[in-house]
């Protein structure tokens, strides 16, 4: 596989479950980003890793827990969400230093 | 963070030229302008970016005034395949620095 990837691409979940959200990209990149997209909003920037050191948290719920385990897979680990976290999650990578990142395909999440 | 405002959504017919301004008035020296296109569940891709002046490639031109306050997206002879969102993307992608800021996003549709 070439470029980002991301699994699942759908996902339903209750507010009492636990799910991982997975991302890796092939790119040979060492900056990896979890965004959210809700609808009628603009993309939002949750976390950055760079080298496998989260750089970036920009205020999100504990609720959302990334993990880097090394610089090609990235991980959001779900928890106790509620009903205003459903929105597409897109995973990006990009090589430290430069500018242009590249998407996956995103996460469409629905939490009921 | 440089905050950036752009038209909610454009219409165009086939085969004209397209131009999307997003205006950055809080730029700062060092962020460069990048822009994406989205297509509906699928993630950003990137277009094309600048500093400043012009900049030309296979896809798009983005033309930057002297006082990078504002950019605009130009799009030659646009095709139904261009319908998607368009984001205007200003931020410092200097190495340790992750400040980025996506705009609304500005919604074409290409009419046959």
């Known amino acids: 596989e070439t470029g980002v990837t991301q699994t699942p691409r759908h996902l339903v979940m209750g507010m009492t479950n636990k799910k991982s959200l997975k991302c890796e990209q092939h790119?040979?990149?060492?900056?990896m980003y979890w965004y959210k997209q809700s609808a009628k909003k603009p993309l939002e920037l949750m976390f950055v890793?760079?080298?496998?050191?989260?750089?970036e948290n920009n205020s999100v719920p504990s609720r959302f827990s990334p993990e880097c385990p090394n610089s090609s897979h990235l991980f959001l680990h779900l928890h106790t969400l509620q009903p205003e976290d459903s929105a597409l999650y897109l995973c990006?990578?990009?090589?430290?230093?430069?500018?242009?990142?590249?998407f996956g395909p995103g996460t469409r999440l629905t939490v009921l | 963070l440089a905050k950036t405002t752009q038209p909610i959504s454009m219409d165009s017919y086939e085969g004209q030229e397209v131009n999307i301004t997003c205006s950055h008035n809080?730029?700062?020296?060092?962020?460069?302008i990048t822009w994406y296109q989205q297509f509906p569940s699928q993630g950003p891709r990137f277009i094309i970016q600048?500093?400043?002046t012009k900049v030309t490639n296979e896809v798009a031109s983005l033309f930057i005034p002297a006082d990078r306050k504002s950019s605009t997206l130009s799009l030659p002879r646009v095709s139904l395949s261009d319908t998607a969102v368009y984001y205007c993307?200003?931020?410092?992608?200097?190495?340790?620095?992750?400040?980025?800021?996506f705009g609304k996003g500005t919604k074409l549709s290409v009419i046959p």
């Open positions: 890793y760079s080298l496998e050191e989260r750089v």
């Open positions: 990006a990578s990009s090589q430290v230093g430069l500018d242009t990142q590249y």
């Open positions: 600048g500093y400043k």
């Open positions: 809080n730029i700062a020296t060092n962020d460069y």
């Open positions: 790119l040979g990149h060492n900056a």
């Open positions: 993307l200003v931020g410092d992608y200097g190495a340790g620095s992750y400040q980025l800021t």
